[in-house]
């Protein structure tokens, strides 16, 4: 019964598994280099649509 582990047990993660911190800059970079290949997804399926009702 002493093997068993408690739920609250916190469960010890490898320091390589450990995200590092990524300052508030950080994310609004990388949030925005999202959404521009969001956009440019966006704007190729438009292109891609817009070709398309052309050949109709």
Known sequence: MGSCMSST???IMPQSNVPEKVSE???EILMEQIADEIR???DEKLR???RH???I
């Open 48 to 50: 891609q649509t817009l």
């Open 40 to 42: 440019l997804e966006e």
């Open 25 to 27: 800059k950080d994310v």
């Open 53 to 55: 009702l052309n050949t």
């Open 9 to 11: 047990q916190p469960i």
